[in-house]
């Protein structure tokens, strides 16, 4: 087989970003908020997911969810109609959210009197994942009918997120998709990610993400 | 039900791009090839579309494939193997292209040489949609697994799209997707966008695709 001929292009970008997400994270440890920060692909099921968990983190703790989108409002109507605090934020047409932009809309929702504040990002695998919004832990979420070939793709946002959720498991029998292969290549982007398997439509495996979120909550607070 | 709260955060952006997306067009009319370009969400099969399209097209004009990825050649890989002439462009961590970076593709594929170049953009349905590429014609791919909702959230895309197709249909039965709903959304946000069914895995549509492009080759060199 031929060579593949690469070309490489380039722009420059940002500046800092950083620090104001770790002022950010301060300002959540005073008032012992925990934000987590859920990306994925267009589709691959952050809010099915969110309706999932809703209940079973309602029951042990005050939480509420930011949807970030850069028209409509259909999440943020689907979690108030499902009895979760939410507020909508629109991007203006921007891929992703920083720090600032996340503080603009934990100031909007009054943080402090959540114990855990989602905030789910613009559906997008780039962008999102360069920006550090200043979450507490990162959450990615991969569909089955995406493929388990992303994490070679999107190495970034597979460094930056601390959990891989694999939903759609209900679809496996239908597509080609290796489920040894995504965690080999999703540890090789991040040997330290933890990675759990779902379906959001069925309910399998949410217990088990219910329980890590409300572990890491309880790390935050220790 | 509660009323959403929106609330509106926004940065400034870029600038002259679309001169220069002009000035490529009126290079690919001299050299009378066409420039397609395809953006979807990762995963929703825009490499196993090429490549089911590749015998159909490859039998009438000459055509070349570029492969646009943050990082990984797995898709110019693939075209390389099927026989279709192809390069990869590594973005260096950008979530899209822009005119420029197409031309510096272009060069380096020789696009003169060819009649047909179809570009396949980073896996995203925000930034891509915000810069002409120089493209003669753009195509997005929306998957039955991301949902038919796709259109009220990612406005942009369908609007400067002039052919939606609607991929993995051989899925249909396993997933809420609404058919009726997707074109009434997508005519929302465009009512001349040309709407297609396919399967790239089982080959149906896959002729009627063909046949789009073709005409829209011959379009452009009329």
């Given at each position: 087989m031929q060579d593949v001929k690469i070309l490489e292009v380039?722009?420059?970008?940002?500046?800092?970003?950083?620090?104001d997400a770790d002022r950010l994270r301060e300002q959540l440890k005073r008032e012992k908020t925990f934000l987590l920060n859920l990306m994925s692909s267009p589709g691959a099921g952050k809010t099915s997911t969110l309706l999932a968990l809703a209940d079973r983190l309602s029951a042990k703790l005050r939480m509420a969810v930011m949807e970030a989108d850069i028209d409509s409002a259909v999440d943020a109507e689907a979690m108030l109609a499902h009895g979760v605090d939410s507020i909508q934020i629109h991007t203006g047409g921007m891929c992703h959210l920083d720090a600032d932009m996340t503080r603009q809309g934990l100031n909007s929702l009054g943080s402090a009197d959540y114990d855990l504040v989602i905030l789910e990002n613009v559906g997008n695998l780039v962008c999102p994942a360069e920006f550090d919004t200043g979450a507490c832990k990162n959450m990615t979420i991969l569909s089955v009918p995406e493929g388990h070939d992303k994490p070679l793709k999107y190495p970034l946002m597979y460094r930056t997120c601390h959990l891989l959720v694999i939903n759609k498991i209900d679809v496996?029998?239908?597509?080609?998709?290796?489920?040894d292969k995504v965690v080999e290549y999703a540890k090789m982007r991040n040997p330290d990610i933890d990675i759990l398997f779902i379906s959001a439509?069925?309910?399998e495996g949410i217990?088990?993400?219910?329980d890590w979120i409300l572990e890491s909550v309880a790390q935050w607070n220790a």
């Open positions: 380039r722009q420059s970008v940002f500046a800092d970003n950083n620090a496996l029998p239908y597509f080609d998709f290796d489920v439509k069925t309910g217990d088990a993400l219910a």
